[in-house]
């Protein structure tokens, strides 16, 4: 099946797989512009914004400042507020989405989104047999949520984000200390921040000092 420059992806996908499931159905797809034709996802996004707004200002109040769009704390809020749905929000049958799925409610830890915490650090065997036994142990880090598939926390700290275990609350008065608001990085799509490097170009009598090839 040949694919038209303006036929979208997603529907060839769907042909596809009704002809491979040997199916004769019709892929039914939401006009153009009509965010109404697809009620029930926008009522699901409305949601998530609603939250999002509400756990900024909140974080906002909390921290006495405003915080800057290109913060990137803010790029972890939309998946926390999936998340505060999925395991909060109680359905028609009585059950929430966590039920559902695992049989039983989260019995995770609650914080606030942003919360600084002490946690220890989710290591493999062998960075935990490398680790000094003076090293530390607890790291300082804000609350981003939970890791969707083995339940860690996932703090984000001044070097990126980290996976973490065995937390403990910190003192009322230290929980929302802008100390280290600046310097915090780590991006859903880049954990670690890049490292960057650059090439000093040395002209003039420095230049006639450096060897002309390479060994």
């Not at 769907?14 to 009509?34: C, L, M, R, W, Y």
């Not at 906002?60 to 803010?74: A, F, G, N, R, V």
């Not at 598939?149 to 609350?169: C, P, S, W, Y």
Request: glycine share 8%; charged share 30%; net charge positive.
């Amino acid at each position: 099946m040949n694919r038209s420059d303006n036929e979208p992806s997603l529907l060839v996908l769907k042909t596809k797989a009704a002809e491979k499931a040997g199916v004769d159905a019709v892929p039914k797809e939401s006009p153009v512009g009509d965010s109404q034709a697809n009620g029930e996802i926008e009522s699901a996004v409305k949601e998530i914004k609603s939250i999002v707004r509400a756990v900024k200002s909140d974080l906002e109040q909390k921290m006495k400042m405003t915080i800057d769009p290109s913060h990137p704390i803010l790029a972890w809020l939309p998946a926390y507020a999936a998340e505060m749905l999925n395991r909060h929000r109680v359905g028609l049958d009585g059950r929430t989405a966590e039920k559902r799925r695992t049989g039983r409610n989260s019995r995770r830890p609650e914080f606030c989104f942003g919360e600084s915490v002490m946690a220890k650090v989710v290591m493999h065997k062998a960075a935990k047999q490398r680790r000094g036994s003076y090293e530390m142990v607890m790291h300082q880090g804000r609350y981003l949520g939970h890791h969707g598939r083995i339940g860690a926390l996932l703090l984000m700290t001044t070097e990126g984000i980290i996976r973490g275990g065995g937390v403990r609350r910190r003192p009322e008065e230290q929980k929302w200390q802008g100390e280290d608001w600046d310097s915090l990085k780590g991006f859903p799509w880049e954990i670690k921040p890049r490292q960057t490097f650059s090439r000093e170009i040395v002209s003039g009598a420095d230049a006639e000092r450096l060897p002309l090839t390479i060994p």
